[in-house]
């Protein structure tokens, strides 16, 4: 519960700043292409879907990779430095299943949870922009919605965000694990923590986009 | 109880241990020195199965640990608890979290038993009502202390200690040293200890083992091991030109031509660096060399003593008016 806590909760509110920007956009850049085709009532399903099936999982992945992804790799690579892990060794207990265990677990939870709020929040965002500024009809945005997400939308992007959990996790975990034992290892590891899981992500989003389509 | 025999260990390619033969008494105080980098600290987890060597074998009771990892590993180490050099506190942890650690995690203890015996092990280890703070409120010898708590409140069989007092000022590093000694006098358990700080060592361990070039130089008690006569063990233990001394040094005993002797303030005769131990027998008889060199420039009244050799040696004399101390102690230096 408490890593849930802390990759889950304490990422919602960069992840609603996100979503929310990211909708806006969206209805921005999108109302004018499609206008040129006058089919500004299709802006709803335009973002509904970009959100649903890409935005929402990658763009969520990367704002918990860099916000308790980084935090994981220090944590456990302080620990690593100052001997905590050996002490846990010393007690006889698994570091493996003490640390890093609740940490797989609670990202492969609680990504998901922050995509499905990354796409309400962005698909609000649009409507905010879309409906109320741009001036597109409130019914045609909302029904464009309804007809053009279909349930294998939905849980492609739930597959997606539960895979970026466990990458960002997993990665996060061992690059802290196995830092050397120095300032800047401790450094180094981070980085490379962050970077990995952002390249790991979006390979894996072009992987499963590949399989699901 | 552990015993470590032909035991090589490489680290980046250079060799650290070189075919370590060591047996560790059972029940006794031993500490292991040596010069930085000799692989110490690397030993001494290859003692608790941290490090696989590369060839030889760890034996701990007639259980060989080198090749075991995971359950039965784990199972040795249930008999063994550690004390880090940084005392390895979980920092997000309190004092009294840190303490019921094991206890909750290994034992899977619940309940008010948890609180009793973790206040007790702080009471001992001096840091009653504590049990609130974080390891990031204490200053270094708190948290020894505290590493100290949670490494006996499993009561272990076997306490490895990694250089316990690093870092710490002279008098802290003597209270944790007294509170190591008082705690293994107590609980009996078997105790290796990692350390540099010379001459204390010799006060409070049963043996003393040397490491050098990556094999035991030597391993003997306290007391044979500052008699030998290796020219480089010596000079390792009688850095700054002093040797450590059991008994209290109290003063100097000054012999005239006419035979007579009396005992002299040490302070207005020869002076050695002072440190208090643990009495020894008056029975034992002691005789070490002090280098004359490190004397202060008032041991030059000391020549007006008939000429005799330049060994120390204990007798039992009244106390003296030396400061601080309670023995009933004084040396002799007769010259040659």
Redesign the interface.
Known sequence: MKQLHFIGYRSTFVVVLTAGFTGMVLALQGYYSLRKFGSEGLLGSAVALSMIRELGPVLAALMVTARAGSAMTAEIG??RI???I??L??????PLQ?LVAPKLVAGVLGVPLLVAIFDVVGIYGGSLVGVDLLGVSEGAYWNSIESAVEWKDVYGGILKSISFGLIVSWVCCYKGFYTRQSAEGLGSATTEAVVLSSVLILVGDYVLTSVLL | MIKLVGVEKTLGGQPVLQGIDLSIPVGKLTTIIGRSGEGKSVLL?HM?G?MQPDRGEVWVGDVEISRLSGTPL??V??Q???L???A????SLSVFENVA??LR??LRMKGPEVGRRVEEKLEEVGLAGMGHKFPAELSGGMRKRAGLARALVMEPEII?FDEPTTGLDPLMAKSIHDLIVTMHRRFGFTAVMVSHEIPEIFAISDWVAMLRKGKIALMATAAEFQRTTDPEIHEFISVGGTVALPGSLVGVRRSTKDGKSQVGDGGRRVRVRRHVVPRVSVDQARETRVDRRRASTKSRRSSTAPRGSNRVRRSKSPASKSAGSEGLRSLRIVRR
């Open positions: 302080i620990m100052t001997e905590q050996d002490a060794d010393t007690m006889a207990i698994n003490y | 987890k608790i941290l784990n199972d180490r249930k063994f608890a550690m880090f050099q940084g390895a506190l979980f920092d650690f094991p995690e290994k490895l």
